[in-house]
């Protein structure tokens, strides 16, 4: 007999097979207490807000950092266009979708998301001081684009 936290934990981890990026999927779908009553959908929104917040430190960041290191004030101001767009445009898009049952705009917003974030790591030519806030904000969209993709 399992109980229910086995077959929840199992919904999770089947969820997250499904994912280019399964320990991260896991990991951030199990910090949060709600994962264990969602659905797929549920999952889904549940990771969307994990990229806003991923996205929300990355540019609170990047406006430190332009005060900070001016000679890199063009690229970074380039991010915090990209990291704006994720933030006012992607994940809204993406959770309105996800809450009007809509999954195909669910899952561009996410993967615009991911875009962002790499357009961003692709404007410092290999010398970025974001590409760990970058590469958290493209993989945890990924791995929200891929949980979409099991609703379409």
């Known amino acids: 007999m399992f109980s229910v936290a086995q077959s929840d934990a199992n919904m999770i981890s089947q969820t997250c097979k499904q994912t280019p990026y399964y320990n991260l999927c896991v990991s951030c779908l199990s910090s949060d207490p709600r994962s264990f009553k969602a659905d797929v959908r549920g999952l889904a929104l549940i990771m969307v807000n994990i990229v806003k917040a991923k996205a929300t430190m990355s540019l609170h960041f990047i406006n430190q950092l332009i005060q900070r290191r001016p000679g890199l004030k063009k690229p970074l101001s380039y991010c915090a266009d990209n990291y704006d767009a994720i933030l006012t445009a992607d994940i809204p898009e993406a959770v309105e979708a996800l809450q ?4 195909k705009f669910a899952q561009d ?3 615009d998301a991911a875009n962002e974030a790499d357009l961003c790591e692709a404007n410092f030519h290999g010398k970025s001081p974001l590409t760990k806030f970058n590469k958290v904000v493209h993989d945890t969209s990924a791995t929200a ?8």
């Open 100 to 103: 009007k049952g809509d999954p």
């Open 109 to 111: 917003g996410a993967n």
């Open 145 to 152: 684009s891929a949980i979409v993709q099991q609703l379409l």
